[in-house]
């Protein structure tokens, strides 16, 4: 499967280039303590191997396409402090990868390329930024170190062409996004039967993470778990508020299993019981939730789908006492409906580019009224097919009434 990947890479390189793919490094947070690692994404698709400080080069030139490996040398006495770095077999064993190197020849191994004489010049080929946040990482440095030594080497940001395959899901990474998603939905649902009056925020998500810690898996990212007015704050992520009776709760939360997350929002009343108008704003957040999934389908953008949105809650929302007084859908609804989803929980993609089948996408359409202390989102992770898109957790319960019973009754 790696190799697979990896014959695509070669696929888009340019003749006579050097790709290299960074498995990176956790920072110190503070002293001799580190932050928990977190492998590039890029590097783990197209090895397998969740190791700090490793390297990827793939060489393409005329002759013939070589895949080089680079570890960390085994270091007995760390090993005893720190647990054992990755050996050459097991390096293997996982990516597939035959020639596997000690990182100390890593430069060797570039000067010797960029010293040997080419018809044609070479081409250093990296993922050199994220088109939204614009911004260098290590490899760029490295990078223009060389073209100071070798000025007529030339530097290619293979970003895009990398979020072009990623954003194609195998069956395999579907596999293990089905996973993530069953976790979440137990998860979910321990939330839902602990919930009750006054509980607090980090309570009720201490039962998610139990949920995730018995599964084996760890969190796709940090879960919002907002009661009352706190739902309005999009990005609320505190936790550490009381609840009060007649409140509603918006979880946004996800597992992440073999490195695949799942991007879930539920929002259902503390109490287990829906006040008339809670009801009446959910069934418009649901119903523009479902309306997404009718439109998504291969061709269309996600720009267009938030445009879907946007219209439909222009033509209803007055229905339920809202656009009033110059009010705009914007102030009730001011996020996007949709990204990507796979290794990252906003996973690599090109903006405006048409959904393809094989992409996974969010539909999380939401509706916050500060004034009365009503938040909602409703967010469901689908897979678009040749034909229109599959909704992955449709297992997670959303109907009203399902909610109700469930909360009342536990079934
Ligand atoms: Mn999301």
């Known amino acids: 499967m790696y190799k697979e990947r990896r014959e695509k890479v070669f696929d888009f390189l340019p003749m006579n280039s050097i790709a290299m793919f960074l498995s990176g490094n956790a920072p110190y947070q503070v002293g001799d303590e580190k932050y928990p690692f977190d492998v590039n994404r890029s590097f783990y698709y197209l090895t397998g191997i969740d190791r700090e400080n490793l390297v990827l080069m793939l060489i393409k030139t005329k002759n013939n396409n070589q895949t080089i490996l680079f570890i960390e040398p085994f270091d007995p006495v760390m090993a005893k402090w720190v647990g054992g770095k990755i050996q050459a077999h097991e390096a293997t064993e996982i990516s597939g990868i035959s020639d596997v190197r000690f990182i100390d020849n890593l430069d060797s191994t570039i000067n010797r390329l960029l010293h040997s004489t080419n018809e044609q010049a070479w081409t250093l080929c ?25 000025p007529d080497v030339m530097i290619k940001n293979i970003f895009a062409d990398m979020a072009r395959l990623r954003m194609v899901k195998s069956k395999e990474e579907i596999d293990n996004m089905k996973k993530a998603i069953a976790v979440t939905n137990a998860g979910i649902k321990a939330m839902m039967q602990a919930s009750r009056d006054y509980i607090w925020e980090n309570e009720l998500e201490a039962y998610f993470d139990f949920v995730l810690k018995s599964e084996q898996c760890k969190h796709a990212f940090y879960t919002i778990c907002a009661s009352g007015k706190n739902a309005t ?28 997350n799942a991007d879930i929002s539920r929002t259902f009343p503390i ?13 418009l957040v649901l119903r523009a939730n479902k309306m997404v999934m009718e439109k998504a389908r291969p061709g269309v953008t996600l720009r267009e789908l938030n445009n879907y949105v946007i219209e439909f809650y222009e033509k209803e929302l007055p229905s339920i006492g809202l656009l009033q007084d110059g009010d705009t859908v914007r102030d009730y609804y001011f996020h996007g409906v949709s990204h990507h989803l796979g290794l990252e929980t906003h996973d690599v993609s090109i903006l405006d580019y048409p959904l393809q089948a094989g992409n996974v996408i969010t539909d999380e359409p939401g509706l916050y009224i500060e004034a009365e202390d009503i938040g909602i989102r409703i967010e469901d992770d689908i897979m678009i097919t040749e034909d229109g898109c599959i909704n992955l957790s449709s297992e997670i319960m959303k109907e009203i009434d399902e909610i109700e019973s469930f909360m009342q009754n536990g079934k």
């Open 126 to 150: 990296g993922e050199l930024s994220k088109q939204e946040l614009k911004q260098p990482w290590p490899l760029a440095d490295m990078f223009n170190e060389y073209k100071q030594q070798y």
């Open 233 to 260: 704050v999009l990005h609320y992520g505190e936790n550490n508020c009381q609840s009060k009776p007649g409140d509603l709760v918006l979880v946004d939360l996800g597992a992440a299993y073999g490195y695949y």
């Open 271 to 283: 109490s287990g019981k829906f006040t008339a108008r809670q009801r009446e704003v959910y069934e």
